[in-house]
T-cell receptor, first 110, second 115 residues
């Protein structure tokens, strides 16, 4: 059974600092997603990572995928308050289901 | 991309009643998914709805409690039956993108409170 684990679950950062959120998964998959959820809102797609070594960047966020280690990272550079949200990774299972991690609640403080 | 309209956006319901949530997509999609997000929790897949066949339910979810309809390739409904306060959650529908299916898109969600 595919399991997806994120850490940390809660992250309080100061503006301007860098940090990384980790996403580990238990079985082979060829597709990993990162989503952002603001309080009371639905999920916004950030990145789709399709292959080993894939790296994607958008603004202050950069996501990478290591399929051999079954690990994805979401790196935050020079955090700003607008990045405060909950971030989810999700992995596509062999039967086409999207399995979500627990989410990382990020709070960026001045 | 796919645009998903979900309604109602929120509702407050009495124990023992049922609520039907509608999900409309702006393009034809093979599979539609229904998720539940309990307060402060991650998303859990309830079922996968395929047009022309019965929905496939995940462990812990049953058709009598969460009947699903999928009458065509752009529409689906999820009913939460005989509700109890434990059913208070956000319910989201989702579809895979039509361009190679790389991205899974989500509706805005239905915020359900059961008193």
């Amino acid at each position: 059974e595919l399991k997806v684990e994120q850490n940390p679950l809660f992250l309080s950062m100061q503006e301007g600092k860098n940090y990384t959120i980790y996403c580990n998964y238990s079985t082979t998959s060829d597709r990993l997603y990162w989503y952002r959820q603001d309080p009371g809102k639905s999920l916004e797609s950030l990145f789709v990572l399709l292959s080993n070594g894939a790296v994607k960047q958008e603004g202050r966020l950069m996501a990478s995928l290591d399929t051999k280690a079954r690990l994805s990272t979401l790196h935050i550079t020079a955090a700003v308050h607008d990045l405060s949200a909950t971030y989810f990774c999700a992995v596509l299972s062999a039967v086409g289901k999207l399995i979500f991690g627990q989410g990382t609640e990020l709070s960026v403080k001045p | 991309s796919a645009v998903i309209s979900q309604k109602p956006s929120r509702d407050i319901c009495q124990r023992g009643t049922s609520l039907t949530i509608q999900c409309q997509v702006d393009s034809q999609v093979t599979m539609m998914f229904w998720y539940r997000q309990q307060p402060g929790q991650s998303l859990t897949l309830i079922a996968t709805a395929n047009q022309g066949s019965e929905a496939t339910y995940e462990s812990g979810f049953v058709i009598d409690k969460f009947p699903i309809s999928r009458p065509n390739l752009t529409f689906s409904t999820l009913t939460v039956s005989n509700m109890s306060p434990e059913d208070s959650s956000i319910y989201l529908c989702s579809v895979a993108g039509t361009s190679g299916g790389d991205i899974q898109y989500f509706g805005a969600g239905t915020r359900l409170s059961v008193l």
